[in-house]
């Protein structure tokens, strides 16, 4: 056998190959008429009090599903206390929120749709609206079969439209499939960076670079985040959820509270390792990284990101 071009490369090789299909739970299985009315909700913006939210205004097709701001906005200009997390891959996490406070991703939209000043709606006017729109009771009908639209519905529709959110194939995938010339020499030399002296796959593992655990890196960011659920954990103080990198370039502010304008401040901050306190995991430590391996480290990071997919806005049932 000729020897591989990149040594070790195949080693690992599988540990980065993307999952052929999309897991929906047996509980909210996929159909395509689901996932159409669920687009239709997503982007409409009758599920907020006053109309001028969809969630599409947070989670914006073109921004990898955040909004690009440092902390969501809601209505009325209300800000909120996050920033907007991407929904790409949602469909391989396990608990929703930059906290985790959701067992599911059905369970998250009416925190936001109920959410005072982020959308500010109740559910009977929603239900009403709803109800009103001749379009949206012939799709619930051809998607729950006779269940009427409720609470229920809504979260089951909204859930497997946000499911088949999957980030596009990069070129570090066609890399991974084999195409050395895919990415450059240096965004693999930054790949042994992120691998190796960075320790960056510590926690930003498999092909979504994330296992969807919880750590406190030393942001100096007062929010306790995972802390607030679990007030006897040291280690959770200050936790929160470890984002995936695919898509990153596209979502700049970066964490949970949109306080790095660039990955270069954050590979920067990494390197300086944060706020040394009890709660910061003992994977963060100075790196010590050189002008180069940081160059590098940003080349790499660049190929998680594929050229922008178009997504066709849905025309709204009425
Ligand atoms: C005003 C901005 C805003 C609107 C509108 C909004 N979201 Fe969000 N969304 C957020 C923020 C901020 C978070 C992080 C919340 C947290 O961590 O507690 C979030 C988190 C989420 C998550 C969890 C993602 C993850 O990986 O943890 C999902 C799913 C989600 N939103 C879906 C929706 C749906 C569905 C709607 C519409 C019903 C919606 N959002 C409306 C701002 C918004
Ligand atoms: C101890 C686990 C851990 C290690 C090691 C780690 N990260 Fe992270 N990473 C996280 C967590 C947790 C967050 C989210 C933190 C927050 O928002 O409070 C994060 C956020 C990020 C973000 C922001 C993504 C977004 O959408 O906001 C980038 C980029 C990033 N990490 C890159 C790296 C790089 C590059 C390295 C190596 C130099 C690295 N990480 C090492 C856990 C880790």
């Known amino acids: 056998m000729p020897p591989s071009p990149t ?23 996929y159909s395509a008429a689901k996932a159409a009315l669920g687009r239709a909700l997503f982007f409409d913006p009758a599920l907020s009090g006053d109309g001028t939210h969809s969630c599409a205004t947070c989670h914006q097709p073109g921004l990898s599903w955040g909004d690009g701001l440092a902390r969501a906005v809601g209505i009325g200009g209300n800000r909120l206390a996050l920033r907007s997390p991407t929904l790409i891959n ?41 109800n009103a729109i001749p379009g949206y009771v012939e799709a619930f009908q051809q998607s729950f079969f006779g269940l009427a639209i409720s609470r229920n519905t809504v979260e089951l529709a909204l859930a497997t439209f946000e499911r088949t959110l999957v980030s596009p194939a990069t070129p570090f995938d066609r890399w991974v499939a084999g195409d050395e010339a895919a990415i450059s020499a240096r965004a693999k ?65 970066y964490m949970h509270d949109g ?14 390792a944060g706020i040394d306190r009890p709660s910061r995991s003992p994977l963060i430590r100075k790196l010590g990284l050189s002008a180069r391996e940081k160059h590098d480290l940003i080349e790499f990071l660049a190929t998680l990101t594929g050229d922008p997919v178009p997504f066709p806005v849905p025309v709204l049932p009425r």
């Open 7 to 29: 040594p070790n490369l195949d080693d690992w090789r599988s540990a980065y190959q993307r999952p052929e299909t999309i897991p929906f739970p047996a509980s909210n299985p």
């Open 90 to 130: 949602v469909a391989w996490t396990d608990a929703g929120g930059w906290d985790g406070k959701f067992d599911t991703i059905e369970s998250v939209a009416f925190a936001a749709i109920l959410g005072h000043g982020n959308m500010s709606q109740t559910e009977p006017r929603l239900l009403e609206r709803l």
């Open 189 to 253: 030399a930054g790949f042994e960076v992120f691998r190796g002296r960075g320790h960056c796959a510590d926690c930003h593992a498999s092909w979504n670079f994330t296992e969807g655990a919880f750590f406190d890196i030393g942001l100096a960011d007062a929010d306790i985040g995972r802390g607030r659920l679990f007030p006897n954990s040291v280690a959770l103080r200050h936790a929160f959820k470890v984002p995936t990198l695919r898509d990153v370039a596209r979502r700049a502010p």
């Open 259 to 272: 306080s790095f304008l660039t990955l270069s401040a954050v590979v920067d901050f990494y390197d300086g």
